[in-house]
């Protein structure tokens, strides 16, 4: 009799454990259900959308360290030179420009509000900021001229004409980059966003903050930079992106206005 009720139990045991591991097919997606999981994704040209929108290409180019598709060994990590740069969203959509001055500026201890800038750019709706008057305006605050002279020290255009297609223009890209970053002076790049955010378009402003060398130090593999735009910031890095010199250069060849400072 007992040999039965321990059989009857240990039967009765492992019934109940069938039941728990069992896993039930998942309930079948209804429209509702996929057109929500297609939100995740979707980039949409909409400037009101401040909703986070990190699919894939986006969350490639603000992953560091860890968390990067390749695991960085420490030399690679020693070949990284960014500056402390605090990052700021746009407040109004088309303010890309003012806030990426107001960054550049706030790193070297000058501090204007999005909106005090864009009022003395003349940013307006739909454009934005024409890139002269927004570098007239970094100047005046930093350096207190807006147009340096021959010899001075200040933020000048550079008109790109020939991108990758010209090696002194890529050439001299990097070499301003590295001069920039190693005096302690943020870039201003333009860019079309197509080029960087496949299904977005525009004209866009943004900061750059750093560089990362190649294995052996000899040329610049990735440019570190801050994007204002609400709709690419990131849950971990918000606004801080990695992207190649030669695509952010290229970037700019089919803007209305193809600079960077």
Known sequence: KLLLNAILIVSFLCGCSKNIDKKEDAPPKTEENKKEDNKVNRQENNPNDKNNINNNEVIKKTQDGEKSPKKETPEETNRKVRLNVTPQVQKVWYYCAPTSVSMILSYRGVYVDQFTLAKEMGTYEPFGTHNKDAIRVLNKYMFGYEFPAAGQAGYRLEVVVGGTQSSQEI??????LKKNIKDGYPMYLTMDVSKIYPGLKGEHNVTAIGYIETED??????????????????????????????KLLNSMLTCEEPNYA
């Open 171 to 176: 050439s001299l890209f990097k070499q301003r």
């Open 217 to 246: 130090g000899s040329d610049i593999k990735y440019v570190y930079y801050l994007d204002p735009a609400p709709k690419v910031q990131d849950s971990v890095y918000g606004g801080l992106k990695i992207e190649t010199p030669e």
